[in-house]
Structure formats: C-alpha cells, structure tokens
C-alpha cells in the first residue's frame, strides 16, 4: 500500500507562484516514478510532470515547460511541484501519482493517486 498526501495549492494571481508537496507513506520502495496531473474545469486529466524516482528523469507538459519544476526528495518520499509565472488556464485540480514500474508510466498507467488540491489563479 502507498498513501499520497498533496498540500500547497491555495489562490494566486497570475504571474505568481505556488509550491505543491506530495508525501508519500506506506511501501514506497516499490514506486518507479511519481507526476502530478491535473484536471480542469471541463477537460479530462492531463500529465503535467513526471519524475523517475532512481535517476530523476523529468518529463514535462509542453504548457508547463519553462515555469514549472518538478523534484523529489527521496529520503523524505516527497515530491515537489514549483509552480512559476502562473496563469489562469493553470487553475485545476492537482494531483500526485505513483508508478511501480517503468512499463506503467510508458503507458500513461499510475497504481497511486492522492486526494487532489485546488489551485485556482486569478486574472
């Protein structure tokens, strides 16, 4: 079992900047990387970043790439997503994820998820 915790969204204007947290408890040797996805108003869910849990390989939504910033602290089984130069199209429901293997997160396939935490960003 894998638990994950997101905290940090909250209500910003544009251009400003947020940092989300997803805590990760349980059995997390297993995880082989972890995302954040977002869904919002109206559109399905949507990868917005990953990272491989061992060698820290990113990946990044197109729309996100150059104000977004995914890391991780694996001694903390923490993930972080620093959010900069937000706009209001980034307002959505947050959500991290965890993948056990590499096959799954080639496929778009996540075995985790958290609860998700609003981010809303005004004009």
């Known amino acids: 079992q894998v638990q994950l915790v997101e905290s940090g969204g909250g209500l910003v204007q544009a251009g400003g900047s947020l940092r989300l947290s997803c805590a990760a408890s349980?059995?997390?040797?297993?995880?082989?990387?972890m995302g954040w996805f977002r869904r919002a108003p109206g559109k399905e869910r949507a990868l917005v970043a990953r990272i491989t849990l061992s060698g820290g390989s990113v990946y990044y939504a197109d729309s996100v790439k150059g104000r977004f910033t995914i890391s991780r602290d694996n001694a903390k089984n923490t993930m972080y997503l620093q959010m900069n130069s937000l706009k209001p199209e980034d307002t959505a429901v947050y959500y991290c994820?965890?993948?056990?293997?590499?096959?799954?997160?080639?496929?778009?396939?996540?075995?985790?998820w958290g609860q998700g935490t609003q981010v809303t960003v005004s004009s």
């Open positions: 349980g059995r997390t040797l297993r995880n082989y990387a």
């Open positions: 994820a965890a993948a056990t293997s590499p096959m799954g997160v080639g496929r778009g396939e996540y075995d985790y």
